[in-house]
């Protein structure tokens, strides 16, 4: 079935209500809302401006007192508890007063304290953090290549395009050239949907040309679908910070203890949760972020399910199974 038979897209001005070729690459953290939806404006506000390299140090420094802050805190609590419960006992005078220390295990609280991280979560959460300070850069060599390799696994059959094309729109791009599209997205948004189409290829071939299900007249864009998925998910997981202590974020670095390639999966089933959550909801193209935050609560919910030890054990793995 030819891509020009797929529901109808919007023109790229109207994804954002404006041009969008004046973008720049950015990283992840300079972002604070979905892609979807933003306009030149309200990204330019969002993005630092003026910040100079000691400006960035002293930010990073930051980080790292607030993080050794927290876990000297959490060691005091914990020594405070014991004391309490074994030196003195659990009804004296001290031992009543000092559990509130600690605080309510299961609380929110419990979610702001730094995760201790063993020496190959360490080297993973590294390596990804630093896929996600690689902004998309259209001058690449490699980065055209990898877009050329998506075109390839999209549309084995067809003659791959240039790299300013109006055929780039079949896939779900806004404009001619797809290098306008990723924004703070990074080279990441692009290598996730490689990594869907070469590992699930059946799954990224029905999202592509949306095979399942009544579809509205005004559909997601595909390709810059994806990259609001992979921007969603660094801010689900926490990963912009220098430890993630979101519930979701702690159990990521569980699952990526299991597999390094925990983020890509999960890429891949949060796009096909979007999916399904698209067709449940009858949604069409004004609702995406909708659906987007709906996908967002329905994987953290999955995450936080006792039972799950790695990504294969999440419910909406099976999606994937086409």
């Given at each position: 079935?030819?891509?020009?038979?797929?529901?109808?897209?919007?023109h790229h001005r109207d994804v954002d209500?404006?041009k969008n070729d004046r973008y720049e690459?950015?990283?992840?953290?300079?972002?604070?809302?979905?892609?979807?939806?933003?306009?030149?404006?309200?990204?330019?506000?969002?993005?630092?401006?003026?910040?100079?390299?000691?400006?960035?140090?002293?930010?990073?420094?930051?980080?790292?007192?607030?993080?050794?802050?927290?876990?000297?805190?959490?060691?005091?609590?914990?020594?405070?508890?014991?004391?309490?419960?074994?030196?003195?006992?659990?009804?004296?005078?001290?031992?009543?007063?000092?559990?509130?220390?600690?605080?309510?295990?299961?609380?929110?609280n419990s979610l702001l304290r730094p995760?201790?991280?063993?020496?190959?979560?360490?080297?993973?959460?590294?390596?990804?953090?630093?896929?996600?300070?690689?902004?998309?850069?259209?001058?690449?060599?490699?980065?055209?290549?990898?877009?050329?390799?998506?075109?390839?696994?999209?549309?084995?059959?067809?003659?791959?395009?240039?790299?300013?094309?109006?055929?780039?729109?079949?896939?779900?791009?806004?404009?001619?050239?797809?290098?306008?599209?990723?924004?703070?997205?990074?080279?990441?948004?692009?290598?996730?949907?490689?990594?869907?189409?070469?590992?699930?290829?059946?799954?990224?071939?029905?999202?592509?040309?949306?095979?399942?299900?009544?579809?509205?007249?005004?559909?997601?864009?595909?390709?810059?679908?994806?990259?609001?998925?992979?921007?969603?998910?660094?801010?689900?997981?926490?990963?912009?910070?220098?430890?993630?202590?979101?519930?979701?974020?702690?159990?990521?670095?569980?699952?990526?203890?299991?597999?390094?390639?925990?983020?890509?999966?999960?890429?891949?089933?949060?796009?096909?949760?979007?999916?399904?959550?698209?067709?449940?909801?009858?949604?069409?193209?004004?609702?995406?972020?909708?659906?987007?935050?709906?996908?967002?609560?329905?994987?953290?919910?999955?995450?936080?399910?006792?039972?799950?030890?790695?990504?294969?054990?999440?419910?909406?793995?099976?999606?994937?199974?086409?």
């Open positions: 079935m030819s891509s020009r038979t797929l529901r109808r897209r919007l209500g404006g690459n950015s990283r992840f953290d300079s972002l604070n809302e979905p892609l979807l939806g933003n306009s030149d404006h309200d990204y330019d506000n969002n993005h630092s401006e003026g910040q100079t390299l000691e400006d960035i140090l002293d930010e990073e420094r930051s980080k790292v007192r607030l993080h050794w802050a927290l876990l000297f805190s959490n060691v005091i609590a914990q020594w405070a508890q014991w004391l309490a419960n074994i030196v003195l006992g659990s009804g004296s005078l001290l031992g009543r007063i000092l559990p509130f220390v600690s605080g309510n295990q299961n609380g929110a995760v201790l991280l063993n020496p190959l979560q360490e080297a993973r959460l590294k390596h990804l953090k630093n896929r996600l300070s690689v902004p998309f850069d259209g001058t690449s060599s490699e980065h055209q290549d990898a877009l050329r390799q998506l075109w390839r696994l999209a549309y084995p059959d067809r003659q791959l395009p240039s790299l300013k094309s109006e055929v780039w729109k079949d896939m779900g791009w806004q404009g001619s050239d797809p290098s306008t599209d990723f924004r703070g997205g990074g080279f990441i948004s692009l290598q996730n949907l490689i990594f869907f189409a070469k590992t699930y290829p059946e799954a990224f071939q029905n999202l592509l040309y949306k095979k399942d299900g009544q579809r509205s007249e005004w559909e997601y864009p595909f390709a810059v679908a994806g990259i609001n998925i992979s921007f969603m998910l660094v801010q689900m997981l926490d990963l912009q910070s220098g430890n993630p202590s979101s519930l979701a974020g702690r159990r990521f670095m569980e699952l990526l203890s299991l597999d390094e390639m925990a983020f890509d999966k999960l890429f891949c089933i949060a796009f096909r949760m979007l999916d399904a959550q698209w067709l449940a909801k009858r949604a069409s193209y004004m609702q995406f972020n909708d659906v987007l935050k709906s996908t967002r609560s329905q994987l953290e919910r999955e995450m936080a399910l006792e039972d799950v030890s790695s990504v294969r054990d999440l419910p909406a793995y099976n999606l994937l199974k086409c």
